[in-house]
């Protein structure tokens, strides 16, 4: 099973992004959650990022992450873990949906799931 982890700079806004992935095509996919400081304020901690990589049950993980720092800090987590791990180049919200209706799939992998959330850069929205 590949997991997915939504990191963004708002720990409400990656709570949001893995309702709507959950309830939109990924009900079967592991789809965990990690944003905000540790004070609760705005901003990303890599030590959150590394605990929830961890707890994850899933081996194999894409993460999809919002901006900036986020992404600085969701490849440094990724060094230290001991998961395959990948960051999706990808936009946040439809990434994550596409890449949840692909980890629901019992034939998913690590790359295809990394290739759907990708797909989304190319999503034409007029």
């Known amino acids: 099973m590949v997991g997915l982890l939504v ?4 720990a409400d806004a990656a709570r949001g992004i893995s309702d709507i992935a959950a309830e939109m095509g990924g009900a079967d996919a ?5 944003g905000g400081d540790p004070d609760g304020g ?3 901690s890599v030590p959150d990022i590394q605990d929830a990589l ?14 900036g720092s986020a992404v600085m ?13 990948v960051v999706a180049d990808a936009p946040i919200l ?5 890449a949840a209706v692909e980890a629901s799939s019992s034939k998913a ?18």
């Open 73 to 85: 800090n969701a490849e440094m987590a990724v060094e230290t873990s001991e998961k395959d791990v």
């Open 42 to 44: 705005i901003g990303t």
């Open 30 to 34: 592991e789809i965990v959650p990690v």
């Open 109 to 126: 992998t690590l790359d295809s799931v990394r290739e759907s959330a990708e797909e989304a850069r190319d999503v034409s929205k007029t």
């Open 54 to 67: 961890e707890a994850m049950d899933a081996a194999e993980v894409v993460v999809l992450v919002d901006l």
């Open 7 to 10: 990191v963004s700079h708002s």
């Open 94 to 98: 439809e990434g994550a949906l596409n």
